[in-house]
């Protein structure tokens, strides 16, 4: 008997959408695709993308609007730390990206606007 997969909260199907529409909307900028939803118990990595040879690791942020900060007020700074620390869970468990210059980029929706901030923090 085959057991059922957990629903996804509205939430989690939210997420996936915007964080399918990031990839996307990268690719079509000549990123490529690594891995999606890199998950560790320091923190989530939303997309690991390529850069020509450098390794980008790409935070999706969606708000409605910019009120309360909007998309890119949401990202804290113990949102980035913990960012970082699954960026260094990655990097020891692909010692072959260790080698690799790497950046942290946004990617946030706001509305039915984006915005990708490339090199948005440093680790």
């Not at 998950?39 to 009120?67: H, K, Q, W």
Request: proline share 3%; charged share 30%.
């Amino acid at each position: 008997m085959q057991e059922k997969a957990p629903r996804k909260t509205p939430r989690r199907v939210t997420g996936d959408h915007f964080e399918d529409a990031a990839r996307s909307f990268l690719e079509h900028r000549g990123l490529r695709f690594v891995r999606a939803n890199f998950l560790c118990r320091l923190g989530e990595l939303d997309l690991v993308m390529r850069d020509g040879e450098v390794l980008v690791f790409v935070e999706v942020r969606y708000r409605r609007s910019a009120a309360f900060g909007g998309a890119l007020g949401s990202i804290t700074a113990r949102k980035r730390q913990r960012i970082i620390s699954a960026a260094q869970v990655w990097m020891r468990a692909n010692p072959w990206d260790a080698q690799r210059p790497c950046r942290f980029d946004v990617v946030a929706f706001e509305g039915d606007d984006v915005e990708w901030i490339r090199a948005a923090f440093d680790a």
